[in-house]
């Protein structure tokens, strides 16, 4: 079914009662030409870009759990490209653009919304690190500038400068964006099932076989399935799982960690970052303020993190918000990120034949509908394309690291 | 976690201390000797063990000195081993 205002409208009169399930649940069969491992907006996203841009449909989507349940629900939804090396600052533009016709592809409203993001700078060395980076990003066409103290006060009226650390200036950001990130995942299940593909639930991956020329199939919770071609599209096990095709990631995982507030009215338009807290923080459109900062400082898989995150995180926000002080907590938690010892995502084929990577995003909600359709032509082509040639793994061996300090799994 | 203890200084708050890393990804004897694909497996491939697993940790903000600690990664649950690191 088509969702449109009139549809809407329709089962509006009789009380929402008939709509069809969005996507169907299939069991495995027991072949097929692709499958993918992970139902997250990566993992769906390649499935879906199989089908509608490859005529790849005999495909499936295999989930431990449920679908959108791992990190494409714990990230903070925001979507920036302040990326300083020319490969990724490529990349992110590129992962950025992909947004923006999504709710069309998909016919279904991921709930994209412009915010802008505005840096406030509260020192002179936060100054001319900012002007380092914005000439940097302006040159690969991010549309990225310094803003007077004023400009800084209209947009932000809210903010006050703390007497020890004055508000210097600020950046300001216009293309940032923030999507409904559970949209990003039923979006991509319900176009992608359309097209013939099988999504399966609570379906882990216990092993991957592979024989001398490659992937063969998977072992399962439902049984064995055979495939020649195998994507990998898990956040915080990537290491664990492609060990079962005896590929070592150099993937280190670490807790990044967010929290909300309760729901206010609308108070705060831009995406807020504190430079010099590594904080930032935004009202979503439900009107929780949503808060993160920096990556804990040891790995770790627990999905809570360590309390000195929230609190630092908090006691900066009130430094500069204190308007905040009485705001109620609601909830934290913390997404297991796959972190790289350059910070850059893998996508990539593996020394396994048939076995295809998307990994190591450093928080890859941003860039979910461009890695999706990168690794999708990877597994239907076996090449990557110029956009994620760096993000090979051979750039290990090679030394052709991509040392990024801008993601926010900074070591 | 929280709370680490240190065999010098008893139990002390987790902001005090470094992390330094799992002991089984110890520095190779002879680098030499070594193959560009076992070097390059040990400088990015760390064990990043899910469980149980042994660490150094340096207590930085505290009395300075480098200890070992086991910690389930799973849950951040401690275990005092009450040995010092070969760390300096
Ligand atoms: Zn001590």
């Known amino acids: 079914m088509k969702y449109s205002a009139l549809n809407?409208?329709?089962?509006?009169?009789?009380?929402?009662?008939?709509?069809?399930?969005?996507?169907?649940?299939?069991?495995?069969?027991?072949?097929?030409?692709?499958?993918?491992?992970?139902?997250?907006?990566?993992?769906?996203g390649a499935a879906f870009y199989l089908a509608s841009q490859h005529g790849i449909t005999?495909?499936?989507?295999?989930?431990?759990?449920?679908?959108?349940g791992g990190n494409t629900a714990r990230n903070t939804m925001t979507i920036r490209d302040n990326f300083l090396y020319p490969d990724n600052a490529r990349f992110h533009r590129?992962?950025?653009?992909?947004?923006?016709?999504?709710?069309?592809?998909?016919?279904?409203?991921?709930?994209?919304?412009?915010?802008?993001?505005?840096?406030?700078?509260?020192?002179?060395?936060?100054?001319?690190?900012?002007?380092?980076?914005?000439n940097t990003t302006s040159l690969f066409g991010a549309e990225h500038r310094?803003?007077?103290?004023?400009?800084?006060?209209?947009?932000?009226?809210?903010?006050?400068?703390?007497?020890?650390?004055?508000?210097?200036?600020?950046?300001?950001?216009?293309?940032?964006?923030?999507?409904?990130?559970d949209a990003v995942a039923w979006g991509y299940a319900r176009a992608a099932s359309k097209l013939g593909v099988d999504i399966v639930e609570n379906c882990e991956v216990t092993d991957i076989l592979c024989d001398a020329q490659g992937v063969t199939g998977v072992q399962t919770s439902q049984g064995k399935i055979t495939t020649r071609k195998l994507g990998m599209a898990v956040a915080g096990h990537g290491k664990q799982v492609a060990a079962m095709a005896d590929v070592h990631l150099p993937i280190e995982s670490v807790p990044l960690q967010a929290m909300v507030s309760t729901p206010v009215k609308p108070i705060l338009d831009n995406v807020v970052v504190l430079r010099g807290f590594n904080t930032y923080f935004m009202q979503s459109d439900k009107g929780e303020l949503v808060m993160g900062s920096a990556a804990d400082p040891?790995?770790?898989?627990?999905?809570?993190?360590?309390?000195?995150?929230?609190?630092?995180?908090?006691?900066?926000?009130?430094?500069?918000?204190?308007?905040?002080?009485?705001?109620?907590?609601?909830?934290?938690?913390a997404g297991v990120l796959d972190i790289t010892y350059d910070n850059s995502p893998i996508i990539s084929k593996t020394e396994v034949d048939g076995f295809y990577v998307d990994v190591a995003g450093s928080g890859g909600f941003k860039t979910t509908p461009l890695a999706a359709i990168m690794h999708a032509d990877l597994i239907a082509n076996n090449r990557p394309?110029?956009?994620?040639?760096?993000?090979?793994?051979?750039?290990?061996?090679?030394g052709r690291l991509i040392l990024e300090r801008a993601s926010y799994g900074n070591r | 976690m929280i709370f680490i203890h240190c065999p010098h200084c008893g139990d002390r708050n987790e902001d005090e201390f470094a992390y330094g890393g799992d002991v089984e990804h110890r520095r190779p004897d002879d680098p030499d000797a070594m193959s560009d694909a076992q070097w390059c497996e040990y400088i990015y491939c760390v064990p990043n063990t899910k469980g149980w697993a042994k660490e150094h940790w340096w207590h930085v903000r505290g009395c300075s000195r480098w200890i070992l600690v086991e910690r389930n990664s799973i849950n951040n649950e401690l275990r005092r081993t009450d040995e010092d690191s070969d760390r300096e």
């Not at chain 1, 005999?58 to 959108?68: F, P």
């Open chain 1, 8 to 44: 809407l409208a329709w089962h509006g009169l009789r009380n929402h009662g008939g709509w069809p399930p969005a996507w169907r649940h299939a069991s495995p069969k027991p072949s097929y030409d692709v499958i993918i491992i992970g139902g997250g907006g990566h993992g769906l």
């Open chain 1, 58 to 68: 005999n495909v499936a989507v295999l989930e431990k759990g449920w679908i959108g």
């Open chain 1, 94 to 134: 590129a992962a950025v653009e992909s947004w923006h016709t999504l709710s069309n592809d998909l016919n279904f409203n991921i709930m994209l919304s412009k915010r802008g993001m505005t840096t406030v700078l509260m020192s002179d060395r936060d100054l001319s690190d900012a002007k380092r980076m914005v």
């Open chain 1, 146 to 181: 310094i803003i007077t103290l004023e400009e800084l006060r209209k947009r932000l009226p809210l903010a006050e400068s703390p007497e020890r650390l004055p508000i210097v200036g600020g950046i300001h950001h216009p293309d940032v964006v923030i999507a409904r990130h």
């Open chain 1, 298 to 333: 040891y790995p770790s898989y627990s999905q809570r993190g360590t309390p000195q995150i929230p609190e630092a995180t908090i006691a900066a926000i009130l430094q500069v918000f204190p308007v905040f002080e009485r705001m109620q907590f609601m909830r934290q938690w």
């Open chain 1, 385 to 398: 394309d110029p956009l994620i040639e760096a993000y090979g793994l051979e750039r290990f061996s090679s």
